[in-house]
């Protein structure tokens, strides 16, 4: 079953907010893999409201160490099939979440993909979305956490990024 989420709550009677970058290094949304489940990652994407200060980059990867996070809650893991289960990701303020108020000290890292942004207007995709294909689809083993991480080294901006996944095991 593909699961959906967001770096924020689940919206309800308002959008989905955006949350701002900062100015160094920045976990948007961390996912936790269960201890009996990996995931496939399907797709994910951001968008920003402007372009970064200066020249900085969007990853997707894989860590060994969760940041500290704001905890989602089941109903922001959103099933996609409406008469599926609720994910089995782990949740909380070390596991599954978004905008990370630490990084924690990685000691490893597995890059799945990464775009470059320009600090000039219009050389750089202020909206992004990868769609993996079956074959390359990137699989996060048990007990590891997925990141997208935003560094806008000397300007924030506003940005509202996604995952979409399944859980395979």
Known sequence: MPYTTWNGPAPTTAALASVTTGTAIKTMLQLATPATRMIQVLEWGYSLESPPGADGVIELLQTDVAATVT???????????????????????????????????????????????????????????????????????????????????????????????????
């Open 71 to 169: 905890a989602h809650v089941a109903s922001g893991v959103i099933n996609l099939d409406p008469n599926g289960t609720a994910s089995l990701l782990a949740l909380g303020t070390s596991a599954t979440g978004y905008t990370a108020s630490a990084e924690g000290t990685i000691a490893a890292t597995r890059p799945l993909d990464a775009v470059s942004l320009s600090s000039t207007t219009g050389e750089s995709p202020l909206v992004y979305t990868r769609t993996f294909m079956p074959d390359d689809r990137p699989i996060i083993p048990i007990s590891k956490f997925l990141r997208v991480r935003a560094t806008t080294p000397t300007a924030a901006t506003n940005m509202r990024c996604f995952i979409t996944f399944t859980e395979v095991g």
